[in-house]
């Protein structure tokens, strides 16, 4: 067992001074003691949030990052873009980059990340010799990061309403349904003997324990044991997989597994649909009984009243990626609204141009100002559940209140910086950033402090004193993708 004190901790909100944290063996806390004195032996931390969740990321967009917005354009030249980087990634190179962006991540303070992932195959759809390759690449970047990882393994079948894949999409698909599912079933059984055999986390079989965590996260209560790669399911969206796929998809799906799709996140997605259906993308997923509590819509940034409705009755999440939709000029979708009829707002980082939680805090409450011409749309206390609660359920990890039970997962956050000094505590969501992430921990353990990761096991030009750097890994990660691009364009890299 391990112990925390916490000078003052965020608990539902509500700044409480003198919080002792209990950790049992599984990395969930075992008692919450405000009011306290610390004791002998205790980790003595700051200003402490609950572990902050990235609810929606794609890594290797990280790679575009300050290398498109020179040229225009929207979201649809933007993508073309993104196809000639994810031409470049094998596993090697994935792995190279997946674990700088995650490294970047936890360092800025995230403690979970849902990778949507759909860079399945090699370029032009052919297999890969060793089964799942990409796949256990982005688990094992993960596992020696010291991340929390929810692999949401993507289903994508088509280039637009009734159109095939393009060769630039052709890495993405599996070619039906039926295909994908098999894959995902045996990805789980593969994902379970690495975790048996990771040295780490090898107490188990990590697919009974994610389906133990899974099953009581729907029911409400908490798991006995900490999984730090699990399993979910996507869906790419209504324009890349037909009704008819989804539903199958549906059926073959565990009911426990948290699934996410992309929602009308263009306003061409929505026409297509409309065209196509004769419905909105919201529409098409309540007819065939999509919308529940345990889909994810990520952006919904473009709605009708109807849609809004029909979310927020299902009950379901929704990813807001608020620098994302920034950037890439997509727009501000109705958040608040969202949340007062019924449903979940969580937040995500989406293509990585910014990683910070704190910022899509902030990113969340300034789009709502922006629209309707007001202050304190969001209080920051629904901001700080909308970036920890709300984003672990998402990500079928549970409740995350530093409450006990919960995933031991914590984030001190500096509270005397130059940009936090004099914030009322429970206004930190709206001051601070990522360069105020002091402490990082992950399952009871320190995993980051004051930006360089402590106890990976990176290599050598990866570490300093024990430490993982960021900045050194994306170096690295992104000199191989630069030169892999320049050996194809027969440039010298």
Same mark, same amino acid.
């Given at each position: 067992?391990?112990?925390?004190?916490?000078?003052?901790?965020?608990?539902?909100?509500?700044?409480?001074?003198?919080?002792?944290?209990?950790?049992?063996?599984?990395?969930?806390?075992?008692?919450?003691?405000?009011?306290?004195?610390?004791?002998?032996?205790?980790?003595?931390?700051?200003?402490?949030?609950?572990?902050?969740?990235?609810?929606?990321?794609?890594?290797?967009?990280? /790679?575009?990052?300050?290398?498109?917005?020179?040229?225009?354009? !929207?979201?649809?030249?933007?993508?073309?873009?993104?196809?000639?980087?994810?031409?470049?990634?094998?596993?090697?190179?994935?792995?190279?980059?997946?674990?700088?962006?995650?490294?970047?991540?936890?360092?800025?303070?995230?403690?979970?990340?849902?990778?949507?992932?759909?860079?399945?195959?090699?370029?032009?759809?052919?297999?890969?010799?060793?089964?799942?390759?990409?796949?256990?690449?982005?688990?094992?970047?993960?596992?020696?990061?010291?991340?929390?990882?929810?692999?949401?393994?993507?289903?994508?079948?088509?280039?637009?309403?009734?159109?095939?894949?393009?060769?630039?999409?052709?890495?993405?698909?599996?070619?039906?349904?039926?295909?994908?599912?098999?894959?995902?079933?045996?990805?789980?059984?593969? #994902?379970?003997?690495?975790?048996?055999?990771?040295?780490?986390?090898?107490?188990?079989?990590?697919?009974?324990?994610?389906?133990?965590?899974?099953?009581?996260?729907?029911?409400?209560?908490?798991?006995?044991? !900490?999984?730090?790669?699990?399993?979910?399911?996507?869906?790419?969206?209504?324009?890349?997989?037909?009704?008819?796929?989804? =539903?199958?998809?549906? /059926?073959?799906?565990? !009911?426990?597994?948290?699934?996410?799709?992309?929602?009308?996140?263009?306003?061409?997605?929505?026409?297509?649909?409309?065209?196509?259906?004769?419905?909105?993308?919201?529409?098409?997923?309540?007819?065939? @009984?999509?919308?529940?509590?345990? #889909?994810?819509?990520?952006?919904?940034?473009?709605?009708?009243?109807?849609?809004?409705?029909?979310?927020?009755?299902?009950?379901?999440?929704?990813?807001?990626?608020?620098?994302?939709?920034?950037?890439?000029?997509?727009?501000?979708?109705?958040? #608040?609204?969202?949340?007062?009829?019924?449903?979940?707002?969580?937040?995500?980082?989406?293509?990585?141009?910014?990683?910070?939680?704190?910022?899509?805090?902030?990113?969340?409450?300034?789009?709502?100002?922006?629209?309707?011409? =007001?202050? @304190?749309?969001?209080?920051?206390?629904?901001?700080?559940?909308?970036?920890? !609660?709300?984003?672990?359920?998402?990500?079928?990890?549970? =409740?995350?209140?530093?409450?006990?039970?919960?995933?031991?997962?914590?984030?001190?956050?500096?509270?005397?910086?130059?940009?936090?000094?004099?914030?009322?505590?429970?206004?930190?969501?709206?001051?601070?950033?990522?360069?105020?992430?002091? =402490?990082?921990?992950?399952?009871?353990?320190?995993?980051?402090?004051?930006?360089?990761?402590?106890?990976?096991?990176?290599?050598?030009?990866?570490?300093?004193? @024990?430490?993982?750097?960021?900045?050194?890994?994306?170096?690295?990660?992104?000199?191989?993708?630069?030169?892999?691009?320049?050996?194809?364009?027969?440039?010298?890299?």
């Amino acid at each position: 067992m391990a112990a925390y004190w916490c000078e003052l901790a965020l608990v539902d909100g509500a700044a409480l001074p003198g919080v002792r944290l209990e950790v049992g063996t599984d990395g969930r806390l075992q008692a919450v003691t405000p009011r306290s004195e610390p004791r002998p032996g205790d980790v003595r931390l700051g200003t402490v949030l609950p572990g902050l969740a990235n609810a929606h990321s794609h890594a290797f967009h990280r /790679a575009l990052r300050g290398r498109t917005h020179d040229a225009g354009g !929207d979201f649809w030249q933007w993508r073309e873009a993104m196809y000639q980087v994810a031409a470049g990634l094998d596993p090697k190179r994935y792995f190279l980059l997946a674990r700088a962006v995650f490294a970047e991540m936890l360092a800025s303070g995230f403690t979970a990340v849902g990778e949507f992932h759909y860079l399945h195959h090699r370029p032009g759809g052919s297999r890969y010799p060793a089964e799942h390759a990409m796949e256990l690449a982005l688990a094992a970047a993960a596992r020696e990061v010291g991340i929390r990882l929810v692999l949401l393994d993507t289903l994508y079948l088509d280039g637009g309403i009734g159109m095939p894949l393009t060769p630039a999409q052709r890495a993405f698909g599996d070619g039906s349904a039926a295909a994908w599912l098999a894959r995902w079933h045996s990805l789980r059984e593969a #994902l379970g003997r690495a975790a048996t055999a990771d040295d780490g986390d090898g107490d188990g079989s990590q697919t009974d324990r994610q389906a133990d965590s899974q099953a009581d996260a729907r029911s409400g209560t908490q798991a006995s044991t !900490d999984t730090r790669v699990t399993l979910g399911a996507a869906i790419h969206s209504v324009r890349a997989v037909s009704p008819t796929a989804i =539903r199958e998809a549906l /059926a073959g799906l565990p !009911d426990a597994v948290p699934l996410h799709i992309h929602l009308s996140e263009q306003p061409q997605e929505n026409a297509d649909c409309r065209a196509a259906y004769g419905r909105t993308p919201t529409e098409v997923l309540a007819g065939i @009984g999509a919308l529940a509590p345990r #889909l994810s819509v990520v952006h919904a940034t473009h709605l009708t009243d109807e849609d809004v409705a029909l979310i927020g009755t299902s009950e379901a999440s929704v990813v807001m990626c608020p620098t994302t939709e920034a950037d890439l000029g997509d727009g501000i979708g109705p958040a #608040l609204a969202l949340q007062r009829a019924g449903a979940r707002i969580a937040l995500g980082s989406d293509q990585n141009a910014v990683i910070d939680p704190l910022l899509e805090m902030r990113g969340l409450e300034a789009g709502e100002r922006l629209v309707s011409g =007001r202050r @304190g749309r969001f209080t920051p206390a629904e901001l700080l559940v909308a970036a920890s !609660d709300h984003g672990y359920a998402a990500l079928g990890l549970g =409740r995350q209140r530093l409450i006990p039970g919960d995933l031991c997962d914590l984030v001190e956050v500096a509270s005397d910086s130059i940009r936090t000094a004099g914030s009322l505590p429970e206004q930190l969501p709206l001051t601070a950033t990522a360069a105020d992430v002091r =402490r990082v921990i992950v399952g009871g353990r320190v995993v980051a402090d004051s930006g360089v990761l402590v106890g990976g096991a990176g290599g050598p030009d990866g570490r300093a004193s @024990g430490t993982l750097r960021p900045e050194i890994l994306l170096r690295d990660a992104l000199a191989a993708l630069d030169g892999t691009a320049a050996l194809a364009s027969g440039e010298r890299p």
